[in-house]
């Protein structure tokens, strides 16, 4: 990336990322072959990121492949990331979402993290929330720096939890 | 299904995908499935902390569903 002469040679950021998602995309569509499940796999870029989603064909029909918590979405997307990885060398930031499930937890801590800083705004007083992983803080991280408040992350995985901070 | 499908996953994380062997067992705690894997690729397979290998439980289990199964990832040189 020094000399012009190696800018041929460098793949775009985002071919790259598409790249990652059809990596990803084989082998997920194999996984789900061999269990027998029904689900389209659909590829974008979101945010400097590979995006992929597993889409169920009925509605419900893959809630086993999220879990009740998310956690084997996430046990997923770490298995994928090193899929990714194991090819291209690189380490890859897929997110990976099956069935709409992280946009709908996202919804739910959009509107928690607003209670929270009405409740910040209210009280003067930090508020601090239950655990939650490193996709659903950043959730919450962002949605207080949105609102112009500041937040902080303290305790030990998987005991983690978000503390909006008072302006 | 089961062990086919531990297989797929753990022949994409590792470097010699030709050296993956998964074997099913019944035992009465359920179905056992070791899984064998080139000596280069082992710390691949449990990842820090066994982070991976806990990764592949949790994807297997679901796919289990309601029947228990475990998960051995075996260490070749040591067994």
């Given at each position: 990336?020094?000399?012009?002469?190696?800018?041929?040679?460098?793949?775009?950021?985002?071919?790259r990322l598409e790249d990652e998602g059809e990596i990803?995309?084989?082998y997920l569509e194999?996984?789900?072959d061999i269990a027998d499940l029904d689900g389209d796999i659909e590829i974008?870029?979101?945010?400097?990121?590979?995006?992929?989603?597993?889409?169920?064909e009925a509605p419900g029909a893959l809630k086993h492949l999220a879990g009740s918590h998310g956690e084997v979405l996430e046990a997923l997307q770490e298995l994928t990331r090193l899929a990714v990885q194991t090819r291209t060398g690189e380490r890859s930031r897929l997110m990976l979402d099956v069935a709409g499930y992280r946009a709908a937890r996202r919804a739910e801590l959009v509107t928690l993290?607003?209670?929270?800083?009405?409740a910040v705004r209210e009280s003067g007083q930090e508020v601090a929330l239950d655990p939650l992983n490193a996709f659903e803080r950043k959730?919450?991280?962002?949605?207080?720096?949105?609102?112009?408040?500041?937040?902080?992350?303290?305790?030990?995985?998987?005991e983690r939890y978000v503390v909006v901070l008072p302006a | 299904m089961l062990a086919d499908a531990l297989e797929h996953l753990?022949?994409?994380?590792?470097?010699?995908?030709?050296?993956?062997?998964?074997?099913?067992?019944?035992?009465?705690?359920?179905?056992?499935?070791?899984?064998?894997?080139?000596?280069?690729?082992l710390g691949r397979v449990i990842g820090r902390g066994g982070r991976t290998a806990r990764a592949l439980r949790t994807v297997v289990g679901a796919l289990a569903g309601?029947?228990?199964?475990?998960?051995?990832?075996v260490d070749v040189d040591r067994r």
């Open positions: 990336m020094t000399s012009s002469e190696t800018q041929p040679v460098a793949p775009s950021p985002t071919k990803a995309a084989d194999e996984l789900l974008d870029v979101e945010n400097d990121r590979a995006a992929v989603e597993i889409v169920a993290a607003e209670s929270a800083i009405a959730v919450v991280h962002d949605q207080v720096a949105a609102a112009g408040l500041s937040s902080d992350s303290r305790g030990v995985e998987p | 753990v022949r994409g994380i590792v470097d010699n995908p030709d050296d993956v062997r998964v074997a099913s067992r019944a035992t009465r705690r359920g179905d056992l499935l070791e899984v064998r894997v080139h000596p280069d690729d309601d029947e228990p199964v475990r998960v051995d990832v």
